[in-house]
């Protein structure tokens, strides 16, 4: 990231930044320059509700949207999303576009920040995501969700499941048995909205598609401001301000002159 070709001329280098928060994940693509961080285009869970997701905007599978999202954002805005469409349907295996002939995948390096990158971490599923939709960026699947470091493979029957939610699936099935009463509190956003367990893979499925359709970001209807009341008083203009002060005369010169009658009588 640091050292730079002579003969690239001031190529930007291009970071894939995965950050999580507790409501949130942002997905960015950014270069670096003098003037500070610019960012190509950039992804947020909170997005996901206009494709179909509305709850579990932290977990693995929201995480994959993400970088999905992010992924085909970009390569739309640099007019590549038809020539590098990635990998449309999400197996769990492991997948690296391949260059075509006219141009060259866009390409950009992971940046997890201060995350702890163990096996099976939210931002892998982000980088998964963003693999699928066509970016290049250089990785392993060794930190990928399912893959076993005693036989040193990945099994993509258990990434599969993490990126369609089966790992949710599967809790919701197991704390509805044993616990309702918490199941009832724990996944009420779930139940308000209609989401069961056996509903989840066909809702992630449905928007894989919907972002492979329309990547573009949506404005959000934002409401007009409400008029407040006005407590203060409203500023005069020069001529009320030269009205009042001869009114305020008129009335001092009306008074001085009924003094005076009083003290003729």
């Keep these: 990231m640091i050292n730079q070709d002579k003969n690239k001329y001031n190529t930007p280098k291009y970071r894939f930044v995965v950050r999580f928060s507790n409501q949130d994940i942002v997905a960015q693509i950014v270069s670096a320059s003098i003037a500070g961080d610019m960012v190509l285009a950039a992804a947020y869970a909170h997005e996901l509700p206009h494709y179909g997701v509305e709850v579990g905007l932290t977990n693995y599978a929201a ?119 918490k199941y009832q509190s724990h996944f009420s956003e779930y139940i308000m909205r209609g989401v069961d367990a056996d509903g989840l893979e066909e809702m992630y499925k449905k928007v894989h598609a919907a972002i492979r359709a329309d990547p573009t970001p949506k404005k959000s209807e934002k409401q007009p401001p409400k008029e407040h009341k006005r407590y203060n008083l409203k500023k005069l203009t020069y001529e009320e301000r030269k009205a009042k002060l001869i009114e305020r005369l008129n009335a001092l010169n009306a008074a001085a002159g009924d003094d005076d009658e009083e003290d003729d009588d």
């Excluded at 931002?123 to 970016?135: E, H, M």
Aim: proline share 4%; charged share 30%; net charge negative.
């Design 63 to 181: 995480a994959y949207c993400t970088g999905l999202l992010l992924a085909r954002r970009v390569l739309k805005a640099l007019e590549m999303d038809e020539e590098y469409e990635g990998n449309v349907e999400a197996t769990g295996e492991d997948f690296s576009v391949e260059p075509a002939e006219s141009r060259r995948p866009f390409r950009a390096l992971l940046d997890v920040g201060l995350v702890r990158t163990t096996t099976g971490n939210r931002v892998f599923g982000a980088l998964k995501g963003a693999l699928d939709g066509g970016l290049d960026i250089p990785h392993s699947d060794k930190r990928f969700a399912g893959y076993n470091k005693e036989s040193k493979q990945l099994d993509p029957e258990v990434h599969r499941k993490y990126i369609y939610g089966g790992h949710v699936a599967a809790y919701m099935r197991t704390l509805e048995e044993d616990e309702p009463e």
